[in-house]
């Protein structure tokens, strides 16, 4: 039964028996306790100068700003093309 919904079932109810109904309740407290990163909660002011949240409003805002979904009517136009050229720009070799 493992790796099955049915062992995952069972494993849980073992759980639950052996160490208590708020065994998984105790174990993720513990997880979410032994992180130090900060996450972007964190009022710690980072090496870019910013907090958390302020850091998550900035690089979200660029993110939400090269979105690449275009609106309605919108004509397609490639981002990055540079110097690529277009069949109109080669030479005709006809001529």
Do not use: C, W
């Not at 099955?4 to 639950?16: D, E, F, M, W, Y």
């Amino acid at each position: 039964m493992a790796g099955t919904k049915a062992g995952g079932l069972k494993a849980a109810s073992t759980n639950k028996r052996k160490f208590g109904p708020d065994f998984y309740r105790i174990v993720g407290a513990e997880g979410g306790k032994a992180g130090h990163s900060g996450g972007f909660a964190t009022d710690k002011v980072g090496a870019d100068g910013l907090t958390g949240p302020e850091r998550a409003s900035k690089y979200g805002a660029i993110g939400g700003s090269i979105s690449r979904k275009r609106k309605k009517g919108e004509e397609h136009v490639t981002v990055g093309a540079g110097d690529r050229q277009t069949a109109e720009s080669y030479p005709s070799s006809g001529e």
